[in-house]
């Protein structure tokens, strides 16, 4: 059975910093703290549906910098599920700098079992830029902390943030691959109204990448992760009302992930002579391997480039053979 997760969003909840991109009642929909009953509810809830394996998931806030005792408040409604085994574990989201032993101790001792940390990047300038107030340093000496204890460990990861550039994004992926996270997510950045950023853009100080172009950076920063076996379980921001309502620029598609996987594939055949190929694919991938309103057509036939796409049931999807 596949793994689930039971998301209880803590929002802004402990957060030291207001970072440049940060909204969360934009971000997760919702601006209340939930309460112990709160978490027993969507647990019950869930497991009443038994689609999954599921892990029970602090997200929204930094969980480990939240007031302790509402912290362990959490934790306490969740843990019974897990000693008697109807969940997986527990998984927590927070930053680097809010990590040390006498934490990790007592996530051990409530059945914690993964740690997501917001790195966003691993280049100083740009964190400091974002109003992040850590450094790449906390973030290396966390993930080796966690990863000491026996946590699971996933890293967050943020493209186009401001100071930041396509260099210095595929650097931030080869440091956090050296960190060897289980799991990581990748989201570009959106400017929401409210936040730093939306100050910066609409001074004309910052230029955000766009969907496609956060696609492209995407693009070359999947296959890298991809290729040492890290798992990117999230590409982009969920879809929701209070994105597209509060959104003024940005990185944001509904299928954001469709887009990177779209520009992976044009790119094998960028990767080779311009000249005329055969393109063989799983039929589930044809769309996928044109691009959106045939974009990547288009594009290759701008650089010298004519293809003609021939279905192959034997090919996983997204899969190519070029001929």
Do not use: W
């Not at 289980?182 to 230029?207: D, Q």
């Amino acid at each position: 059975m596949r793994r689930g997760n039971i998301s209880i969003f803590v929002p802004h909840q402990g957060c030291p910093c207001a970072c440049s991109f940060c909204n969360q009642k934009t971000i997760t929909g919702q601006n209340t703290r939930p309460t112990a009953n709160d978490v027993k509810k969507a647990v019950e809830t869930a497991l009443r549906k038994k689609e999954y394996d599921y892990e029970i998931a602090f997200f929204g806030g930094s969980f480990t910098a939240i007031d302790r005792e509402y912290m362990l408040e959490l934790l306490d409604a969740a843990y019974p599920y897990v000693k008697s085994g109807q969940v997986m574990g527990i998984r927590v989201s927070t930053r680097p700098d809010c990590i040390d032993e006498n934490v990790l101790d007592t996530l051990k001792n409530y059945g914690v079992t993964s740690i997501e940390l917001g790195a966003q990047s691993m280049d100083d300038e740009v964190l400091s830029a974002n109003r992040r107030g850590h450094t790449a340093q906390d973030v290396a000496d966390a993930s080796k902390l966690i990863k000491d204890y026996g946590f699971e460990l996933g890293l967050q990861m943020m493209t186009g943030l401001y100071t930041d550039t396509v260099e210095k994004a595929v650097e931030t992926a080869k440091q956090i691959i050296d960190l060897a996270p289980t799991t990581v997510r990748i989201y570009p950045t959106v400017v929401l109204k409210g936040t730093y950023l939306a100050e910066l853009y609409l001074s004309g100080k910052y230029t955000p990448l766009n969907a496609d172009e956060s696609a492209q950076l995407c693009a070359e920063l999947v296959p890298m992760f991809e290729k040492e076996g890290i798992k990117i379980i999230r590409l982009g921001l969920h879809s929701s009302k209070e994105i597209k309502e509060n959104m003024l620029a940005g990185g944001f598609h509904d299928s954001f992930g469709e887009l990177v996987k779209s520009r992976i594939m044009v790119n094998k055949i960028l990767a080779l002579p311009p000249a005329d190929y055969q393109v063989f694919v799983n039929p589930k991938s044809i769309s996928k391997l044109k691009g959106n309103n045939k974009s990547n057509i288009y594009l290759l036939i701008e650089h010298g480039y004519n293809i003609k796409i021939i279905t192959d049931n034997g090919l996983g999807v997204d899969e190519l053979r070029i001929k």
